[in-house]
């Protein structure tokens, strides 16, 4: 995409005071943010006012063109001016573009033209333009209503939609954001207030636009396929739609709670086959009218086609699509591509409607007009302000119209404004020598510019579109006005162009135009479109290029003439002759498909024409590209380094080595060096490159020039695009062109090309500026400093965007011969002409010279132009006429050799005539004229081949004729289950034949089977269903106890017997229980069931109302059906389905029977093969048996039957080539007789031919047959022989004997034989005639089948008429059934609701009452507070607004008597204590009442509320329940109403169709005994009073009189018994009653003395274990087992523990018992020592001391502690032997008592040791460590 400078967005206005006013809103992208503004702007306005206030934009505010409009873009610093081109003209027109003509005005035209909007005065037919903002393109244009503005919808990221003043052509308002990438069409609504535009993919966004305020008001995504238009509703302009690809969409701006939205609503296409919409128009009603592909219109209603409109026969309304609709001044006009525009009337097709299920309706147009011949249109409009109904017309083939639409005898022919090139411009060339430029297309035109006077000259019309073109240089014509033009056909064209001011006028035809074009030649080198043409650069060659890979080569002279061709790899892309600078002359030709050839000229006289034109030793040069962008992209290293010659690195080391030998030598060194650094550096790489992508299929070269000899620069598309590669031919070109791989040695990046490559490149002619034309319509200009191209020349450039940025590639760029004017054209149909660096004013002066005619063009005869696409080019002309000669040649030989060959033949013949009047013995045997017997074996071989060759030429029409039998087969023999066969009696006449049989129809054998198979799966499903029955039980059990034994936790189970004996019992417990539970609930169902039984008073027996009923059905009811008050009974209803069965059963039958019968007359036939057999044998043994009599013995013999023609039809259709040949023979003579009858008399002979197939069959096997005879024949003659021999010797008497028996036996056994042969015959016969007469009974039936058939196909039919409505009618019943289904069903959980509110209402009052009970009951014998506390209970509290609302809507709901009267039972006057509210303080306790009771009725208050709170809840559920409810109820009523309505309808519609049913004929065959309607004792000659009835029918009803007497009398006598019966009932009714209250009073009675009350016994049955308690129980147990196994365990470690006490224990005693010897020998020491002191000291030391007195004491304690001490280890002991479990307590209670040092049970079980586990005890006396020392 080619750059422009990104354009900004400022804004002039009218006023100064205005802009002040309005501040600078525009911001340097064109978006502005008011609010931001406003605040920067004016701080102090915003401050004072924090609420946002919204803008607007001023009315007389404007944008400054100059500011918005994208520039060309020029690379920076670059110092190339920004004016180096300058737009000039515009020459052609995007006619293909839809709605691309805008009238503005009656003089004022507009329409796109790439990226500018150009505007055409058609006055002065001068044109101003308007650039687009962003250079991406413009996508539509539109007017304003008022036409004082126009919208411009542009193409691009981001695109604008800018609407301009008209006609200032000033920018008024820019709107943005309203699509993604391009705008597609756009439409003003009626007020002009409101623009909606749709955008393109990827979003195809629908916007609705405040224009004014540059606002979005709606936006809405429009489809998810391409768009083509949007519209307002000329009288709603909420309502818009949208049409494009496959689609029409209906749009409403609907205001919805969020706010106002856009919904669309897809019309539905329906039966009518999809199509593209482009053409439609809103009617005033909301109907919208639309065109389709095929030309029909369509009328929409509701989303949904109501109907398509056509002409008179179906025809279409335009032969091809329509391309727009108008509703113009209360007229319909519809715009077709065949160049019509037809008028239809408003009123007709407003009110339209479809007439049958074709959905078409046929109108007429009120007035159409034909534009002209090759005139497809594709949109008009109407010229504003004329006052006149004038049209500008925009013609798809490239032109504008000027239409008079009044359609009166003085309306103006369709006037032609301008004529264009249609679609792509395919080539362009400019004259060498002056300002002219030539064009063409794929329209079939050459067109001829002067764009120095911006006009066309002349225009050339052709058979073809062109394709190439070339303006002839001035070597070639000096005057500058010869073009070559190529066309599609491959047809090149040499044309002069010329000043026909130049010729003599001749009277009668004056000079219209200022340029003519005159044929000078024309030849077709090529099967297909000439691409490329060149001249040699000294002008003596000229070159086409071609898509059939030829390039072709001319000699320039007067006339051209051709030189030869070479076959190239490709289709040609483009030619170029080498420059005059090369030594050589040299052709460049560049192939699509990647190849590039180098072939010198070659010279005129030097080639061989006379078989091809062929040139095959022409030296070329191939150069095969291969893909390089992968290597540059695996590098990824700058620009330069591509630069520098042989610096693809990638190549192998054998490359490199063959580039270093094709060096120049001076370079050979540093070349050398270079290349082994790049093999050191890919020894040294490490890091693999990633894989090289190259293209499976080539990159197209698009275009290409010379630079050196054998040098040459290309420009790729597709993978290979973004480059210019520089390439050279190889000097080895010994390789298959197809296996080269060539690459480049030099690569030149251009930017921004990769996905927009470069499509032509031109230089101007002092080849300083390169022009490249880019594929999105981009034009570029490099300034070269010199010829060659390098990377810095390219890095500086000048691009304009010009044509359309989609389709608009650049095809060709030329420059004027003086380099003064630039022409470009495009793919999309527009010519540009651009001034190079110089103003407008410069060129004024400049004239176009036109050439001058040469000498005697007048006087030439017109060229003879090849006008037939199909022609022959010049090497098929030459191989057609080398073929002609050859063939001439070849039968002048053959000729030759006939008459030699004649000749020897009558030599020949000479002398077999000699030979023949020679003596016999001279004569030569025909053997010995054979000179030689392999001549005649090679004749036989040569025969046998042309044999062959015949065969294999034949084939076609063999196999034709064969399938062409073998359709005919298949068409009337094999859709035959049984042909006609004919089977005769042998002695009568009598014959029966079988019935002609169609096979079952493919329909009815799949139906059949259907049937069949849905059986068998029937039969199959329930043997499954059966068997998994009975199989899945028993395994789902064993899967659920496996899943248990899952679940199961892995714990040890109990494995004592009493717990396993627990389970059972408890097993046993609950089967018990279950068991009498159901036999308790399956007594109480018998009871139900019984109960349910019992039949009521006035309930009748169902036996009898069952026999009454079917009395009622089989009465007979015989009512007419043509009666009036005669109804077709539900089960007699008949509809189509009904019938259609009905025949499909009776044809099956009569197939069956026919089939049945069929059968035994093939059976009778097969008898008679059988019979013709053994008479045959017998035949054969008489024939013996005679032998051995005498002639005057012999009887006569029978006659052998034979099969007749008809007996064996099959036989027909047997043939050979016997048949065959005599066929043809006859058809031969027929065709001689006849003459031009030979086509109908043909198939006659070949019937004929078929007929006659069976008597050439039959007489091989009548040989067959008489085979045996003549064996037997012979033998009897032998027999005879011998006979003759035996007679001549006379027999004995015993010989005489013997004969006579074997006489008289011979005898006997012939008329024994013959009495069988004759036996055999009459019980074929027999058989026949009883086959026969049973054949004639079923022809009889089958007659009646028929007319049966008849009939009810008549009937078929007329349901098949009334189905619809019938349907209607069956379908509204059953809705209703259903809809009355569902209501009642509702109505039903309606009352259930119902029911369970009422309950729980009941619920909540009883809760109320208890709970005044309650109070009561609170309040005891206190009456003093019982007022006060009552008014606590009864004090109301204030509820909210809700709460009040819905109790005042429950109570005025609820109006039942019964809950008024609960609420006044109540005794409380809740409104006179309301009043008293206010007059007391519940929050004070009054005295004689207690807070309790205070806080207990305060309570009771609050629950109060509660429950009044619930029950106006549920009153008001119930309440809408029942409001639901009887609405509900009223609608079952319309329902049912409506219901009965419907089957009164349904109903009448049976009796109506039973009328129409009755209208039929129907043929029933009598016979005369069967008619008892008698007249007088005569037939009447009426029987329309006569009815048919059947005789079974009327013996029943006789019969039926005498059984209902007998019946009657039955009845009576079981009446009588029934009473009798009656009254014994009742009695014994009576007795069981009494004996039922006795039974109960002794129940009662023993249940008194048992129970001591009444108890429930089958409570007391059904009463069972609880099984969670036993369970429970059961676990215990379980637990108790365990902890008793634990306890074990404890009581081993006490008996341990015991053992390590006892030990401790006695070591204890024994430490004490030597403490104590240890004291007593101290107490000794002391009072001897004390006693020693005394004796020492005297009496003062008598006595005892204190301190032995402490001492004393403190031994008392120790020993006292030590017995406490021992007193509680035996309680430990004790303690330890216990097994209750309470060891830790009471060791934790015997711790705390006495405050001793004994650890816990738990702290015993940590210990290391038995001696850590019970501490010794410590005397306090040791511890203390009190020492009397």
Known sequence: MGKEDPPSFPREEDGADEMAAEGARADPSGVRDLEEQDNSEVPSEAQKSPEKVEKTTSETFFYEYEDIYSRPFVTEDSGIPINLLTLKHSFGYDCTRSANLLPMDAQTLMYIAGNQVVILDLKTKSQSYLRSSSGGGIGFIMAHPTKQYFAVGEKGKKPNLIIYEYPSLRPYRILQGGTEEAYVFGDFNKAGTLLASVGSSPDYMLTIWDWRQEKIVLRSKAFSQDVYKVTFSAENEEQLTTSGAGHIRFWKMALTFTGLKLQGSLGRFGKTAVTDIVGYVELPDGKVISGTEWGNLLLWEGGLIKVELCQAEHKPCHSGPVSQVVLDEGELVTVGKDGFIRVWSFETIDAADAVDDTGLLEVKPMNELQVGRDVSLSFISKVPDSGQPLWYAQDTNGAIWKLDLSFQDTSCDPECLATFHSGRIEAMSVSPVTYLMATTALDRSVRIYDFSSNCQLSEMKFNQGGTALLWAPPVVNPKGGLIAVGFEDGVVRVIEVYDPQGLPVLAGQPRTQKAEI??????????????????????????????????????????????????????????????????????????????????????????????????????????????????????????????????????????????????????????????????????????????????????????????????????????????????????????????????????????????????????????????????????????????????????????????????????????????????????????????????????????????????GLEEEEATEDIEDPNAYNIEEVKQKKEHERKMREAEEKKTKKREELAALRQEFLFLLQKNQELPKHMQLHREEYEMDHRIFEELNRQTAQRIQLVQKELAWEHEKHLIGLQKLQNQFRNSLEFDTVVVHAIQSNHQVSTYRLLAVSEKHFQEKQAQKQAEEREIITETTRMHWGASIPGGFQIFEEEAEELKMPEVQKPTTHYIERKHEKIKRNIEKSEKMKAKITKRKAEWEELYKSKPSEDCEDPKDVEAIRAARENMGCYDLKTATNY?????????????????????????????????????????????????????????????????????????????????????????????????????????????????????????????????????????????????????????????????????????????????????YLQETLIKKINTLVMNFDAELRFLRHKKLKLDVEMKSADLQHITWYEELLILKNLEKQENLLQGRVNSLLSEQEAMQSKLNSYLAQMEDKKSEIVKLQESEKVLYANFQASLGKNDEVAHFLTKVLKKKIKCTEEEKEAGTGADEEDETEEENDEESSLGIDEDDSGSEDEAFDDSVCPEGCTEALLQNTIQLREKRLGIEKALTEEKRAAAKLRKKYNALAKKVKIVESSLETAARELETFQWEKQQRL????????????????????????????????????????????????????????????????????????????????????????????????????????????????????????????????????????????????????????????????????????????????????????????????????????????????????????????????????????????????FLQPSSLQGSGTPSDSFPALTPPALTSGASPR
């Open 1127 to 1307: 109804r077709v009974p539900e089960h007699k209803h008949m509809n189509t389905e009904k019938k259609m069965m009905q025949l499909a059963s009776l044809e099956a039958l009569i197939h069956q029977r026919k089939v049945n019968m069929n059968k035994e007359i093939m059976s009778l036939r097969d008898l008679k093969v059988s019979t013709i057999d053994e008479i045959k044998h017998l035949v054969q043994e008489l024939k013996t048996i005679q032998a051995a009599l005498d002639l005057s013995e012999h009887l006569p013999l029978p006659m052998i039957p034979q099969l007749h023609p008809d007996e064996v039809p099959e036989k027909k259709f047997e043939y050979d080539s016997d048949v065959l040949l005599k066929f043809k023979e006859e058809q031969e003579a027929r065709a001689k007789l006849q003459g031009q009858l030979e086509g109908s008399s043909s198939s006659c002979e070949f019937r004929h031919g078929f007929l006659q197939a069976p008597c050439v069959e039959t007489e091989p096997v009548a040989q067959a047959a008489d085979g045996h005879p003549m064996k037997a024949a012979a033998s009897l003659v032998t027999e005879q022989q011998k006979g003759f021999e035996t007679e001549k010797t006379k027999p004995t008497e015993m010989e005489l004997e013997i004969l006579k028996k074997e006489k008289i036996k011979n005898m």
């Open 1558 to 1797: 009755n209208e039929l004929h129907v043929a029933v065959p009598l016979k005369l005994h069967q008619v008892e309607y008698m007249d007088n004792g005569e037939l009447p000659s009426d029987f329309s009073q006569a009815l048919v009835f059947t005789n079974q029918s009327l013996e029943y009803l006789q019969k039926r009189l005498v059984e209902l007497c007998s019946e009657k009398r039955t009845q009576r006598e079981l009446y009588k018994k029934a009473q009798k019966k009656y009254k014994q009932l009742v009695q014994e009714k009576k007795e069981m009653e009494l004996k039922i209250l006795r039974l109960e009073e002794k129940c009662n009675d023993l249940m008194m003395t048992k129970f001591g009350r009444l108890v429930d016994l089958e409570a007391v049955q059904a009463h069972s274990v609880n099984i969670e308690m036993e369970k429970l129980k059961v676990q215990i147990m379980e637990k108790e087992y365990l902890h008793s196994q634990e306890l074990k365990k404890w009581e081993e470690r006490i008996s341990d523990l015991q053992q390590q006490l006892m030990k401790l224990t006695k070591e204890n005693t024994r430490k004490l018992q030597q403490l104590n010897q240890f004291c007593l020998e101290k107490q000794q020491l002391e009072t001897k020592l004390s006693s020693v002191k005394n004796d020492l000291l005297g009496e003062e030391f008598q006595g005892r001391r204190p301190t032995e007195l402490r001492a004393a004491a403190r031994l008392e304690r120790r020993l006292a502690h030590a017995a406490r001490g021992t007193a509680l280890l035996r309680e430990e002991i004790h303690l330890l032997r216990r097994k209750d479990g309470c060891l830790g307590r009471d060791l934790a209670l015997l711790s705390s008592e006495h405050g001793q040092l």
């Open 518 to 855: 005159h044929l000078k030649q024309a030849f077709k080198p090529h099967s297909a479109a000439v691409t490329a043409l060149a001249y040699e650069g000294k002008g003596e060659v000229l070159a086409t290029g071609s898509r059939d890979k030829t390039v072709f080569f001319f000699a320039v002279g007067d006339k051209y003439e051709p030189i030869g061709f070479i076959c190239v790899p490709g289709p040609v892309q483009a030619l170029q002759w080498s420059p005059p600078s090369h030594a050589k002359s040299t052709l460049l030709i560049l192939c699509e498909n990647g190849f590039a050839l180098q072939v010198p000229a070659p010279l005129p006289g030097e080639q061989e024409t006379v078989s091809t034109y062929q040139i095959k030793n022409l030296p070329t040069q191939y150069f095969h590209f291969s893909s390089i962008k992968s290597q540059i992209k695996v590098k990824n290293s700058p620009v330069e380094e591509f630069y520098v010659p042989h610096m693809l690195e990638d190549k192998t080391t054998q490359n490199l080595e063959e580039e270093i030998a094709l060096r120049e030598k001076r370079k050979q060194e540093e070349e050398n060096a270079e290349l082994e650094s790049l093999k050191q550096e890919k020894e040294i790489e490490e890091e693999p490159l990633p894989p090289l992508y190259i293209p499976e299929e080539p990159s197209p070269i698009l275009c290409g020039f010379y630079s050196a000899p054998g040098k040459f620069w290309l420009s790729l598309g597709g993978y290979d695009s973004g480059f210019l590669y520089h390439c050279e031919f190889s000097h080895d070109q010994e390789e298959d062109p197809e296996n080269r791989k060539d690459e480049p040695f030099e690569v030149i990046p251009m930017e921004d090309t990769d996905n927009n490559p470069i499509h032509h490149i031109s230089f101007c002619s002092s080849r300083l500026l390169m022009f490249c034309g880019m594929q999105d319509g981009a034009l570029r200009v490099y300034p070269l400093q010199d010829e060659d191209l390098s990377v810095d020349t390219v890095k500086e450039y000048w691009s304009f965007n010009v044509h359309d940025n989609d389709y608009g590639q650049i095809q060709k760029i030329c420059s004027s011969y003086d380099d003064k004017f630039l022409l470009t054209c495009g793919g999309d149909g527009n010519i540009f002409s651009f001034n190079i660096l110089s103003p407008e004013d410069v060129h004024q002066e400049l004239k176009a010279k036109i050439p001058s005619p040469r000498s």
